[in-house]
Nanobody
Framework: VQVVESGGGLVQAGGSLRLSCAVS?????MGWFRQAPGKEREFVAA????????YYADSVKGRFTISRDNAKNTGYLQMNMLKPEDTAVYYC?????????????????????WGQGTQVTVSS
């Protein structure tokens, strides 16, 4: 399974970006995580294999939207109203089990496949 993120870049505060996660192989539950310099990797959002259930960290709820197009084997993270504190490397990850609880889907250790990350920088 290969996971490839794209869509990162530099944007001003208040702006928007859409990240994409292209997946080769089977369709799995998908999560987005981010890691800022000097900080631990943190959960951002996740979506079930079917796309019917989504999960969000409180810090991005109402601003970010996760979605997927299984026909294209691609997931998306639409990020609006970006803030400087959203600056980080964003990682897409896949989970084979899709247990369907927030505690599970927000835990990086439960994910099986990871992309290489894409940098998002939000200037003030």
């Amino acid at each position: 399974v290969q996971v490839v993120e794209s869509g990162g870049g530099l944007v001003q505060a208040g702006g928007s970006l859409r990240l994409s996660c292209a997946v080769s192989g089977r369709s799995y539950a998908m999560g987005w995580f981010r890691q800022a310099p000097g900080k631990e990797r943190e959960f951002v959002a996740a979506v079930s294999r079917s796309g019917g259930t989504t999960y969000y960290a409180d810090s991005v709820k109402g601003r970010f939207t996760i979605s997927r197009d299984n026909a294209k084997n691609t997931g998306y993270l639409q990020m609006n109203m970006l803030k400087p504190e959203d600056t980080a490397v964003y990682y897409c990850a896949l989970d084979r089990r899709d247990y369907g609880t927030y505690s599970y889907m927000s835990s990086a250790g439960e994910y099986d496949y990871w992309g290489q990350g894409t940098q998002v920088t939000v200037s003030s």
